[in-house]
């Protein structure tokens, strides 16, 4: 199972978290060539931005998921004059969509399963974009959040910057949520812009050993 793959160049930095494995999850970041493009039955995008998206033509045989919400956002016309150059997309790009059910998961309010363990869950992070979506991985006794562009770095989720870009509503209250998850469960929080996602999965450092050195 991978989350996100972009047309950039790979980057070094960025193929740890490509091959990282999470219990039953990987997290496809924002470089994937295709020698990594590992043909797996399932796969997802957190947002449809080309940074995480551009390079979904390497994954032809994969079902994709993506929220309906950034799918209805990004898509036509409309997509295109919102900055989704969505013409890009091939021509076999049909996503399976997800409305995640009102099952509520710590503080978000819905939520979706994706493993018979359930250890992997979907949960909603609006604000960048629409319809964005997180991936929780829930790995002995911490968790791990892949949270797409939720915020640019730990640093500015635990100041509360923003990376909203949508003229949607701000993010603010998915950093609460994001905060309050993190506040009761052990975390490594992993946004994708941030430069040091890969060293903080490697290293397992969690958000409140942010928060303690804060304080310190």
Not at 54 to 79: K, M, Q, T
Not at 137 to 160: F, K, M, N, P, T
Request: aromatic share 8%; glycine share 6%.
């Amino acid at each position: 199972m991978r989350f996100d793959t972009s047309a950039s160049k790979p980057r070094r930095d960025a193929s740890m978290i490509c091959r990282a494995t999470l219990s039953s999850a990987s997290y496809f970041c924002r470089s994937t060539p295709p020698s990594i493009a590992v043909r797996l039955p399932l796969g997802g995008l957190t947002h449809l931005h080309t940074d995480h998206a551009g390079g979904v033509h390497h994954f032809p045989d994969n079902e994709i998921l993506v929220s309906r919400a950034e799918l209805d956002y990004a898509a036509g016309l409309r997509g295109r004059f919102r900055g989704y150059p969505n013409k890009r997309w091939p021509a076999w790009f049909r996503p399976t969509l997800v409305d995640l059910p009102a099952v509520p998961f710590g503080p978000f309010p819905a939520s979706m399963t994706l493993t018979e363990a359930g250890d992997v869950t979907l949960v909603p992070v609006p604000g960048h974009s629409p319809g964005q979506l997180a991936v929780v991985v829930e790995d002995v006794d911490q968790a791990v959040l892949l949270a797409g562009d939720s915020s640019y770095s730990q640093d500015a989720l635990l100041r509360w910057s923003s990376t909203a870009s949508a003229p949607t509503r701000p993010p603010r209250l998915t950093h609460q949520r994001i905060r309050a998850y993190t506040a009761q469960t052990p975390t490594v929080y992993l946004p994708a812009p941030d430069p040091e996602t890969a060293a903080r999965l490697v290293e397992r450092r969690t958000i409140e050993a942010a928060r303690e050195m804060a304080i310190a």
